[in-house]
C-alpha cells in the first residue's frame, strides 16, 4: 500500500523528526505542505497528518488540508502531534473534521517536542532535546503497528509519549 505523510514543522524541526522516522519504517512519502504545497492523494492508501500543537490543534494548513483534501473511500488516515506540554489530544478537531468528511481515522501519536512558544520562550524553552531516540523508536513502533492492524482492518488507540 502505497503512503504519504503530510506535515508541518516550521519552528524545531520537532515534527520533521517524527515523520521522517515514520516515512523511513514505512516507505512513505513526506511531504512539507509549508514547502511543497498540498499533495494530491490519488495512488495513496494510507495518508499521515502530523504537525506541532499550536493553539489547542494542529497546524492551520494541517487543518486546511484536512477540510479542503479530496479522499477516496478506501483512503485511511492517520494523526500525529508533538507538543511542548502533552496534556490532551491535539488532533482531535482535526479528527473530528476528518469523520464528519466520512473520513477514517486508523489511529493518532502524540509526543514531545522542544517548545519554546509563549511564556516558554522565557524560561528558555521546555522539551528541550525532544524528541529523543526513545520517542523515535516508539513513533517507528507505531507505524509498523498501524500498518500490521490496517492489514488486518483494524483501528489503533491513541498512542502518547510523556
Known amino acids: 500500500m502505497k503512503s504519504v505523510i503530510v506535515y508541518a514543522s516550521p519552528h524545531h524541526g520537532n515534527t520533521r523528526k517524527v515523520a521522517e522516522r515514520m516515512a523511513v519504517k514505512s516507505g512513505a512519502r513526506l511531504v512539507d505542505i509549508l514547502r511543497e504545497g498540498p499533495p494530491d492523494l490519488s495512488g495513496y492508501g494510507l495518508i499521515g497528518l502530523a504537525s506541532g500543537a499550536y493553539f489547542g490543534t494542529l497546524h492551520k494548513e494541517i487543518v486546511r488540508f484536512a477540510r479542503e483534501a479530496v479522499f477516496a473511500p478506501e483512503q ?3 494523526l500525529v502531534d508533538t507538543c ?32 519554546t512558544y509563549g511564556p516558554w520562550k522565557y ?17 517507528e513502533q ?19 509519549q510523556t
Not at 490532551?88 to 514531545?112: A, H, I, M, N, W
Not at 524528541?131 to 523515535?136: R, S, T
Request: hydrophobic share 30%; charged share 30%; with cysteine.
Open 84 to 115: 511542548g506540554v502533552g496534556y490532551k489530544d491535539y488532533t482531535y478537531k482535526v479528527r473530528l473534521l476528518l469523520e464528519e468528511r466520512g473520513v477514517v481515522c486508523l489511529g493518532r501519536f502524540q509526543c514531545p517536542g522542544y517548545d
Open 76 to 78: 485511511r488516515v492517520f
Open 142 to 160: 507505531f507505524i509498523q503497528q498501524l500498518l500490521e492492524a490496517e492489514k488486518q482492518g483494524e483501528k489503533m488507540a491513541g498512542q502518547e
Open 123 to 139: 524560561l528558555g524553552g521546555i522539551r528541550r532535546g525532544r524528541p529523543n531516540e526513545h520517542d523515535l523508536q516508539m513513533a
